[in-house]
């Protein structure tokens, strides 16, 4: 009880109890004992009395104030100009409402003793019993749009099992925040990617029919979706629209990109279109930034695809038709020249690749280490012996004196970088897929050499990126640069096999993805000594490995007619997985292979395509990469079927897109 109530209730009858126990002392001293011991019982039952009448009062005062605030409460909240009602939190049974709450419910019944949430559907209580006092959503209440607030009373009298509710209604408010939202603009750039090959060797007027055929179809779907379209030059235009036109365009699949397809040149070269579309940005400026890196993801996955940037992520639309060349031995020859400098201001090189790493990673960084020993720099390879896929090359290499001390591990690697070092990545543009982040994010000048489709969370910031998604391996490409930078007859022997080897592993014996600069390099690799035959010893199997492969061909399954999925629950070897993907296209009528095998705690996935399915666009949601014919994933803490549902689902994700 509060201690001002207390004094109010004071009885001052104490006084009269402790004058009796005083004269009963005097009895008591006069020798009059039984006057005493009857003084003494009367005053201290009278005060026991006293105290019992003072605390039974003061309950009741309190009671009685306690009732008149709840009525007076009660009374303000019946009034209240906004909706509200108590409810029992175990159940969510209404206990009290006013009467603003039937109004905005449209009924003129009490509504004391039901569910809220059979009155409102979205009306959880989940949020008011973690202690928030605003519900995540508003919720609908008759086309109206409300914010509900709340909380659980936590006097000393209240029921802690009972939460106050009160809704507002704030339909204006949030009607004006969602045309906001609506309308914010959104910033693309569309780009004729291939419009030097549709306008090569043709006459004037030829190429004016051309541009007015392209004109007519992108101004005609950018007026079909509203906004503001220009022309920036003769293959780039700029569209600025609202973003509730971007559902639209998603939903549609940008439908831009199969419509501009279908125009041809007089040669038969279809028209090919990259849609960089930046959004969320502060302003116009930052939307515009955000669209240009879009289109640069575009056209470094090889263009004809679409490609949203917003403040935290990237998302790809399109992407699945065959990619063309458009390579430029100019771009090479300068790279070559930037390489050779960054190289020539470090004073010392580190080179890696992808984790486990392969033949073409370890050829492609042999081919970097040749260079960087040409320049007289000291220079390392930063891998993992015991994991590397390519064992057989690896051993090859270090059979050299020059590799005696070229492999190094990842912690050696941390303890000897200084600022004055560069790291060359080879084979991967992805900072998750690296041997070492530790080491990627410790060195700042940074090079990378790569052949894969970019995703999104590819390596920025770099001071070198030769990425180049039409080569067909990253060795090929430091081959091309090799012809730029430095003296043929300086590369060792191991070191021309490894770069052979790589091309070979990744073209599939120059079966897929091949060009006539991949037989080019392949061509002065055999020039200057790469011999096939020592190539093809590489990549020799013994009988057991031999055996494995076949049995993961026999456990393969035959999916949507031309697929075919196997699955391995047991520790695998990565380039027997691989083979294995290999050799199921040797099957009639199978044109894309996907291989399961566990590994660690992860389920890997090595996936083959020599059709029109874009193997690399299937793995991408779930975290893979690579290129239309050749990708791979890895599913960590999975099980096998767990894994084989993922995979499945993106297979039909990826037809029915």
């Known amino acids: 009880m509060d201690h001002k109530l207390k004094r109010l209730l004071r009885n001052e009858a104490f006084l009269f109890c402790f004058v009796l126990l005083i004269f009963a002392g005097v009895e008591l001293f006069e020798r009059r004992y039984w006057i005493a011991i009857s003084m003494a019982a009367a005053g201290l039952i009278l005060l026991l009395l006293m105290l019992f009448t003072t605390r ?195 939903e549609g699949k940008f439908s831009l990109l199969d419509s501009v397809r279908q125009v041809t040149n007089p040669n038969g070269i279809a028209a090919t279109l990259s849609f960089g579309v930046g959004k969320d940005g502060v302003g116009f400026q930052e939307n515009y930034d955000y669209a240009a890196l879009a289109l640069e993801m575009a056209l470094s996955r090889g263009g004809d695809q679409a ?66 020993r040409s320049k007289g720099k000291q220079v390392n390879i930063v891998a993992d012996v015991n994991t590397t896929t390519a064992p057989k090359l690896i051993r090859l290499l270090q059979s050299d004196s020059q590799y005696r001390s070229v492999f190094i591990s990842a912690e050696d690697a941390l303890l000897q970088a200084d600022n004055n070092s560069l790291l060359v990545v080879v084979d991967t543009n992805r900072p998750e897929q690296v041997e070492s982040k530790a080491l990627l994010d410790s060195i700042s000048r940074v090079a990378v050499i790569d052949h894969h489709r970019r995703a999104a969370d590819y390596i920025a910031n770099a001071a070198l990126n030769l990425h180049e998604p039409f080569a067909s391996s990253a060795s090929e490409l430091v ?36 060009n006539s600069r991949t037989f080019e390099a392949a061509a002065f690799l055999r020039y200057q000594g790469a011999d096939p035959v020592d190539i093809k010893k590489l990549f020799k199997t013994n009988f057991d490995e031999t055996v494995r492969r076949y049995q993961i061909i026999e456990n393969a399954r035959v999916y949507r007619d031309s697929l075919a999925i196997s699955c391995q629950d047991t520790e695998t070897d990565r380039a027997l997985a691989g083979q294995a993907a290999d050799e199921l296209l040797n099957i009639d009528g199978i044109e894309t292979s996907f291989v399961l095998f566990r590994k660690g705690d992860y389920v890997f996935i090595s996936a083959r395509s020599v059709g029109k399915v874009n193997v690399q666009v299937v793995l991408e949601p779930l975290g893979g990469g690579g290129n239309a014919a050749t990708a791979g994933a890895q599913l960590k803490n999975v099980t096998m079927e767990e894994a084989k549902a993922s995979l499945v689902a993106a297979i039909d994700k990826y037809f029915a897109d």
């Open 56 to 250: 039974q009062r003061g309950k009741s005062i309190a009671a009685y104030i306690q009732t008149s605030v709840d009525q007076l409460s009660q009374s303000a909240a019946s009034g209240a100009p906004y909706p509200m009602a108590t409810v029992r939190l175990s159940d969510g049974e209404i206990l009290w409402h006013n009467r603003q709450l039937q109004k905005a419910l449209g009924t003129a019944e009490s509504k004391v003793g039901e569910r809220i949430t059979s009155l409102l559907p979205g009306c959880k209580l989940d949020w008011v019993q973690a202690g928030k006092l605003e519900a995540p959503d508003d919720q609908l209440i008759r086309d109206r749009r409300y914010r509900c607030l709340g909380f659980v009373p936590r006097t000393k009298s209240s029921d802690q099992g009972v939460a106050l509710l009160q809704w507002v209604d704030s339909t204006d408010l949030l009607d004006t925040k969602d045309e906001f939202i609506r309308s914010r603009p959104v910033v693309s750039i569309i780009l004729i990617d291939n419009y030097d090959e549709l306008t090569n060797n043709l006459t004037d007027t030829t190429i004016s029919t051309l541009n007015a055929a392209l004109n007519s179809r992108i101004s005609d779907w950018a007026e079909n979706i509203g906004g503001l379209l220009r022309k920036l030059e003769r293959n780039r235009f700029l569209f600025i629209f609202e973003s509730k036109d971007l559902f639209r365009i998603t």
């Open 307 to 372: 490609v949203i940037k917003d403040k935290y992520d990237f998302s790809f639309y399109g992407g699945r038709a065959v990619e063309t060349e458009r390579r430029s031995k100019v771009k090479s020859r300068v790279m070559a020249s930037s390489l050779k400098a960054l190289i020539e201001q470090s004073g010392r090189v580190f080179i890696m690749g992808h984790r486990n790493a392969d033949a073409d990673a370890i050829g492609a960084a042999s081919g970097v280490t040749a260079l960087c």
């Open 479 to 514: 081959t091309e640069l090799l012809t730029y930078t430095m003296d043929a007859k300086q590369i060792l022997p191991c070191e021309l096999a490894a770069l052979m080897a790589g091309i070979v592993l990744d073209t599939k014996n120059f079966t897929v993805r091949v």
